[in-house]
């Protein structure tokens, strides 16, 4: 069974930091690339950052300088290191990761993370 199991959303003040983790099981295939979506209330899921397995990564221009990501591939766990948060970091955090020549995704069920102003 696979499973995309994320932890460390919670509440946080502005400015504030928190660290989300990701552990990946049950995929038969390498994963090749993993990252972190989130989608705040009305709106549509947007790409945070994403790392293959080279450790190349890529960042939506409104955490570049605040967030970091990182990857144990032996682990199979993605992190996302996120500083300086704002109010409008506010969403559900997704862990994604896309595996296997055909490239399928999968999903983890979502951390809340909360920036109070």
């Known amino acids: 069974q696979v499973q995309l199991v994320e932890s460390g959303g919670g509440l946080v003040q502005a400015g504030g930091s928190l660290r989300l983790s990701c552990e990946a099981s049950g995929i038969m295939f390498s994963i090749n690339v993993m990252g972190w979506f989130r989608q705040a209330p009305g709106k549509q899921r947007e790409l945070v950052a994403v790392i293959n397995s080279g450790g190349s990564t890529n960042y939506a221009d409104s955490v570049k300088g605040r967030f970091t990501i990182s990857r144990d591939n032996a682990k199979n766990t993605v992190y996302l290191q996120m500083n300086s948060l704002k109010p409008e970091d506010t969403a559900v955090y997704y862990c994604?990761?896309?595996?296997?020549?055909?490239?399928?995704?999968?999903w983890g069920q979502g951390t809340q993370v909360t920036v109070s102003s």
């Open positions: 994604h990761a896309r595996a296997g020549l055909y490239g399928l995704d999968y």
